[in-house]
């Protein structure tokens, strides 16, 4: 899986639009972008996904570069609870049917302000 | 729906005991995981199972080894532990069929070993 680089830390103030990006510049044509969370001493949560065209589901939205090499992950109204580790994975599309790991790196750890 | 259960929550070891960490998960996913996080670190792939009656070694699996016990529940055992094997361990599910792959973690087992 191709590597990932994301800020260590972010700030937010709550009720507004949390932004985070990622870089993933080696990301190959059949690699998807995953974004996960994990809230303080919980396993990591699934956020969204996507390959190419900017995705939106109930959590979040994702904004995913013409090229590519970079995506933004976006939180449109910021609570308290937001408050996580926010990880960007890049994967392959299709496992063949088997499983295949996670790679997770250090993250960006979004703090929420009141 | 329980998802995916972790026992113990806790727990603590002298180096060289052995112990088993206990995976189950209700969703009827055919793909099981273990990763074990490090303070301040992402998530490392120990094992997985593609299916019942099949594991892989993923990214540390050395002083570890895994039992798919049936399609519900995956085993993980630490057969001398060591103090570099203190660390919280999440076990994790997904159907390799649906077209995300999204994975659904446990809570955790937080293990030290003096």
């Known amino acids: 899986d191709a590597k990932t680089t994301q800020p260590p830390s972010m700030d937010c103030a709550e009720g507004r639009a949390a932004n985070l990006p990622c870089n993933h510049s080696t990301i190959s044509g059949n690699e998807y972008v995953y974004w996960y969370r994990q809230i303080h001493s919980q396993g990591p949560q699934y956020i969204i996904h996507g390959l190419k065209n900017n995705e939106t589901n109930e959590m979040a939205s994702l904004i995913i570069t013409e090229d590519r090499k970079s995506s933004t992950l976006i939180l449109p109204h910021a609570t308290l609870r937001d408050t996580a580790v926010y990880y960007c994975?890049?994967?392959?599309?299709?496992?063949?049917?088997?499983?295949?790991?996670?790679?997770f790196g250090k993250g960006t750890h979004l703090i929420i302000q009141p | 729906n329980a998802g995916v259960t972790q026992t113990p929550k806790f727990q603590v070891l002298k180096t060289g005991q052995s112990m088993t960490l206990q995976c189950a998960q209700d969703m009827n996913h055919n793909s099981m995981y273990w990763y074990r996080q490090d303070p301040g670190m992402g998530l490392r792939l120990i094992y997985y199972?593609?299916?019942?009656?099949?594991?892989d070694k993923g990214e540390v699996p050395n002083g570890y080894n895994v039992s798919r016990l049936n399609k519900r529940e995956f085993s993980l055992r630490l057969e001398s532990a060591a103090p570099s094997q203190t660390s919280v361990y999440f076990c994790?599910?997904?159907?390799?069929?649906?077209?995300?792959?999204?994975?659904?973690f446990g809570p955790g087992t937080r293990l030290t070993v003096t």
């Open positions: 199972s593609a299916s019942e009656g099949t594991t």
């Open positions: 994790a599910s997904s159907d390799s069929r649906d077209r995300g792959r999204e994975q659904y």
């Open positions: 994975i890049v994967r392959v599309a299709d496992s063949g049917g088997g499983a295949d790991g996670l790679t």
